[in-house]
């Protein structure tokens, strides 16, 4: 079974800063691409970010240069540091994963989410 945990989310003040971790866990025997994605309520969901296992990235326009993704492929982790956030960033934050179960082969992983709300 593979796990994608995430944390790190919460309630900031508008441009304030908040730092998410996703780990992956169990039967891994590695990790593609990582990535971070966000659904506001009544939208679709959208990617924020991603990271290739080299250490590309990619950004949305609404927060390069507000958001920074990074990962430990040592730990299975992936981060997403957002600082000046503002209150369209609202939205429920999710990690995404393309994952080697080796038997299984590759497939994607999703997180539980987790709850980002900033405030004017």
């Known amino acids: 079974q593979v796990q994608l945990v995430e944390s790190g989310g919460g309630l900031v003040q508008a441009g304030g800063s908040l730092r998410l971790s996703c780990a992956a866990s169990?039967?891994?025997?590695?990790?593609?691409?990582m990535g971070w994605y966000r659904q506001a309520p009544g939208k679709q969901r959208e990617l924020v970010a991603d990271?290739?296992?080299?250490?590309?990235?990619n950004y949305a326009d609404s927060v390069k240069g507000r958001f920074s993704i990074s990962r430990d492929n040592a730990k299975n982790t992936v981060y997403l540091q957002m600082n000046s956030l503002k209150p369209g960033d609202t939205a429920v934050y999710y990690c995404?994963?393309?994952?080697?179960?080796?038997?299984?082969?590759?497939?994607?992983?999703w997180g539980q989410g987790t709850q980002v709300t900033v405030s004017s």
């Open positions: 990271i290739t296992s080299g250490g590309s990235t």
């Open positions: 169990g039967s891994i025997f590695g990790i593609g691409i």
């Open positions: 995404k994963a393309l994952i080697n179960k080796q038997v299984a082969g590759w497939n994607v992983y």
